[in-house]
């Protein structure tokens, strides 16, 4: 059986032994807690529905908003899963008291990725899976078919887990929403407060995207 292969079964036995009943939650929104990203969607990250977010700039904040959304869930009660494509994640950047909430998915590759996100959207004890695909060659990106990414579309239906993905450049299509990074942040952002920072980003709607579901908070786990 090839490596990848052995890697996503692991996952899935990993997550029958951990959660053996899924957690159900209702319809909504899910705050990240900044303000320009909630802005854009109407409150929040969907529930049941796919969110590109495009860091278009080197160093323009996706970083921050994943550790943002992990306080939020975390202030929540609610579990997060994080599926790290290129593996370049660093748990000594996060908040401590945030991780025992946090399920990092180690990925060696798109492929192995894309299955790996499928797993825990389809699993149901999350609020949120954040696919990051950031790091891995653009080559191997564009190679992703499309079926790839609707398999994964279908599976967030209906379900309560808000997906987002974050890349370095626009890759699901018909995604149905899609957000962009346009900036760079200044060097001197870097020494304050993340929770500050946050609230200074510029995040742009891509155009020709439909609009954001209303708001609904409150998920709870």
């Known amino acids: 059986?090839?490596?990848?292969?052995?890697?996503?079964?692991?996952?899935?036995?990993?997550?029958?032994?951990?959660?053996?009943?899924?957690?159900?939650?209702?319809?909504?929104?899910?705050?990240?807690?900044?303000?320009?990203?909630?802005?854009?969607?109407?409150?929040?990250?969907?529930?049941?529905?796919?969110?590109?977010?495009?860091?278009?700039?080197?160093?323009?904040?996706?970083?921050l908003v994943f550790f943002q959304l992990l306080l939020a869930t975390r202030s929540a009660r609610q579990r997060l899963a994080l599926v790290d494509g290129a593996d370049g994640f660093d748990p000594q950047d996060a908040p401590p008291d945030a991780l025992p909430h946090l399920v990092w998915a180690r990925c060696a590759g798109a492929a192995q990725a894309l299955a790996a996100a499928e797993i825990l959207v389809r699993d149901g004890n999350y609020a949120a899976v954040v696919l990051d695909v950031r790091g891995l060659p653009v080559r191997s990106l564009r190679q992703i078919p499309a079926s790839g990414w609707y398999r994964l579309q279908r599976a967030a239906e209906g379900g309560a887990a808000?997906?987002?993905?974050?890349?370095?450049?626009?890759?699901?299509?018909?995604?149905?929403?899609?957000?962009?990074?346009?900036?760079?942040?200044?060097?001197?952002?870097?020494?304050?407060?993340?929770?500050?920072?946050?609230?200074?980003?510029?995040?742009?709607?891509?155009?020709?995207?439909?609009?954001?579901?209303?708001?609904?908070l409150g998920l709870t786990g």
Do not use: C, N, W, Y
């Open 162 to 216: 808000a997906v987002l993905i974050q890349s370095t450049l626009p890759l699901v299509p018909g995604v149905p929403f899609r957000l962009v990074l346009p900036d760079s942040l200044p060097l001197e952002g870097a020494r304050s407060p993340r929770a500050g920072l946050a609230g200074r980003l510029r995040v742009e709607k891509a155009r020709g995207h439909e609009e954001a579901l209303p708001s609904t």
């Open 1 to 63: 059986m090839p490596r990848s292969s052995q890697s996503v079964s692991a996952l899935r036995e990993v997550l029958a032994a951990r959660f053996p009943e899924k957690a159900r939650r209702p319809e909504g929104v899910l705050p990240t807690g900044i303000a320009p990203v909630d802005e854009a969607l109407g409150g929040g990250l969907p529930a049941g529905r796919l969110t590109e977010l495009v860091s278009a700039a080197p160093s323009s904040g996706g970083q």
